[in-house]
């Protein structure tokens, strides 16, 4: 998914795409179960990912937004 990623981030970019896509066709964002601020991180920037095809970067990373 993204290259050069660690397999822990992918796991849970993995996980954060699939509760953003049950939460879409549900229509109940309230469906996310955030657990912690990194957990809410990667929640909207998997969201971002899926709707808008944005990746969110962290402060020190070079790409395009």
Same mark, same amino acid.
């Given at each position: 998914? *993204?290259?050069?990623?660690?397999?822990?981030?992918?796991?849970?970019?993995?996980?954060?795409?699939? *509760?953003?896509?049950?939460?879409?066709?549900?229509?109940?964002?309230?469906?996310?179960?955030? *657990?912690?601020?990194?957990?809410?991180?990667?929640?909207?920037?998997?969201?971002?990912?899926?709707?808008?095809? *944005?990746?969110?970067?962290?402060?020190?990373?070079?790409?395009?937004?």
């Amino acid at each position: 998914m *993204l290259p050069g990623a660690s397999r822990g981030r992918r796991v849970l970019l993995n996980w954060a795409l699939g *509760l953003s896509v049950m939460a879409e066709e549900r229509m109940r964002p309230d469906e996310l179960m955030i *657990l912690d601020r990194e957990h809410f991180r990667v929640a909207v920037g998997a969201l971002l990912i899926r709707r808008y095809g *944005l990746r969110v970067l962290r402060s020190g990373e070079e790409g395009v937004l």
